[in-house]
């Protein structure tokens, strides 16, 4: 039987790190959603894979904006993927991913206080 600790979507309480959120959104150029998906997807694995985010969920709101929820351990690690000069595969998707954009939007950065989200 699963405990309060060790379910999916478990409360946030007693030996359950705090997490550091990030928002950001964006509005894209007409035809250029699938080019920036796939620009996502891929810096979102290398930003994973080698800067510490425990990864991130793109979505699309009615008005066509797209928002991204990234998940980090914590504000130390995000600070220091920032300060990290972008490797040239990083700095590729990151300009794929500005030439689709026509609007972005201030970045949010949040820190958790409670929890149920469960992984898919």
Known sequence: MATPATRRGRPFGP???AMLAVIYRWKLHA?????FIQAWS????????????R???????GDETYLAYAQWPDRQTF???LAHAP????????????????QSFERM?????AGRLDAP
């Open 79 to 81: 600070m220091a993927f």
């Open 31 to 35: 035809g250029k959603e699938k080019a």
């Open 55 to 61: 990864g991130s969920r793109l979505h699309k709101a």
């Open 42 to 53: 891929r810096m979102t694995a290398l930003v994973r894979r080698h800067h510490g985010s």
């Open 87 to 102: 490797t040239p595969a990083e700095a590729r998707l990151l300009q794929s991913m500005q030439d689709c954009t026509k």
């Open 15 to 17: 030996g359950v790190r």
């Open 109 to 113: 950065e949040m820190d958790m206080v």
